[in-house]
């Protein structure tokens, strides 16, 4: 299985940003205390002793508010809800039990999901603790006092959190079947694409930005080989604020993206590629998946014989992190190009879980070295002593060298090019790790 997500939900300015901002280690969401400054729902990756899960935090939940960013931040939050494996629930005990409290708690208590009751900003338990108690009144057991500002109580929140993961979560699921992930902003043409694999209208399309609600595992068999899609949801968008969809995307990727082995991200080649597009190519990059960039609606795009080259070099300069993604250019509708398609999930694949032996790497890095001498600071010159390999999915390797500092990130991407030129690697990233001689 993939890594339990946990979402932190509550109305606004009881304290969701502070506390995620203590659990993800660093400045991530935005504290104020104007009620509703978090509008983006951000993610990050956790660990508690053994654990590791994905932490989202949502914007405030006003169950009844007419105001559109409001009533969005709630759709948002649904997802999040619905995404979730556990779910913290906080309150705030200075304003105490609220009527609103009450109707998220109603929400939370539908989703059938584990939730666990934190009560912030307990600052003084002697002081607070009958305070505590009044939340008992919610009916969704017993309240976890902390004070995310203070840091305390986090760990006793941690241990109940990690309890309610599902059995075996964080485990690699069987790896027999390539899981595929499909990605992109609403309305870029996902579910089509599936469908057209499908040869069967499996999933909802529509005009409707964002028809498909839930995220959809799709058997494919192509060629005899089988592939499990996933296809991910847009969502319905309420109003024209142009910023909401993009939040709309996240999460569902972010999941999706987590499970995947292979990342398909669509592009409409109508619109163009969009900024909205590198944010949600960079979920795919960061978690080191598989890229592949389909140009989708290639049958609506009039062309000439530089169409295809001026599309591909924007593309590149959008996604310039990237460099590694393979394109195709492709069309849901028609069918055109998906054999190519299938061709360059394959191909991906395969150099996802390529290894190379640690003689045959130090040969390149030695050939690398004496072409490009290694920086120095201060008269004192990087030394590499050798590379190996200790991973797939992405290929990760760890250099050995006399001093960390040293070894600049210029550096680091002249050696991957080399690798890179020598291998391949085609459509995935590479991840190095620079050691000092000595450490473990």
Known sequence: MSKPVVAIVG????????????????MISIVKDTPGVTRDRIYADVT????????????????????????????????????????IFITDVRQGLVDADAKVADMLRRSQ??????????????????????????????????????RTGIGDLLDEV???????????????IPRIAVVGKPNVGK???????????????????????????????WQGKEYIFIDTAGLRRKGKVKEEIERYSVIRTVTAVERAHVVVMLIDAVEGVTEQDAKIAGIAHEKGKGVIIAVNKWDAVEKDDKTIYKFTNRIREVLS?????????????????????????????????????TGVLNEIL???????QPPSDRGKRLKIFYMTQIGVRPPTFVIFVNDRELMHFSY????ENKIREAFGFRGTSLKFIIRQRGEK
């Not at 935090?57 to 105001?67: L, N, Q, R, V």
């Open 321 to 357: 992190y990237m460099p590694y993604a393979e394109i195709v250019f492709i069309s849901a509708k028609t069918g055109q190009r998906i054999p190519r398609l299938f061709e360059t999930i394959d191909m991906v694949i395969e150099n996802q879980t390529l290894r190379i032996q």
């Open 191 to 221: 579910s089509s694409l599936i469908n057209r694999l499908l040869g069967q209208d499996r999933v909802i399309v529509s005009d409707i930005a964002g028809t498909t609600r839930d995220a959809v595992d799709t058997k494919v068999k």
């Open 113 to 150: 999901k584990p939730v666990l009751l934190v009560v912030n900003k307990v600052d003084s338990l002697q002081k607070y603790m009958m305070d505590v108690y009044e939340f008992y009144n919610l009916g969704i057991g017993e309240p976890i006092a902390i004070s995310a500002a203070n």
């Open 162 to 176: 990690v309890k309610e993961f599902p059995e075996g979560a964080g485990e690699d699921e069987d790896d027999d």
């Open 412 to 415: 680091t991407r002249y050696i």
């Open 366 to 372: 030695s050939e690398a070295v004496a072409m490009q």
């Open 48 to 87: 508690w002793l053994d654990h590791s899960f994905t932490l989202i935090d949502t914007g405030g939940i006003e169950p009844d508010s007419s105001d559109i960013i409001l009533s969005q931040m709630r759709e948002q939050a649904q997802i999040a809800i619905d995404t979730a494996d556990v779910i």
């Open 11 to 26: 109305r606004p300015n009881v304290g969701k940003s502070t506390l995620f901002n203590v659990l993800a280690g660093e």
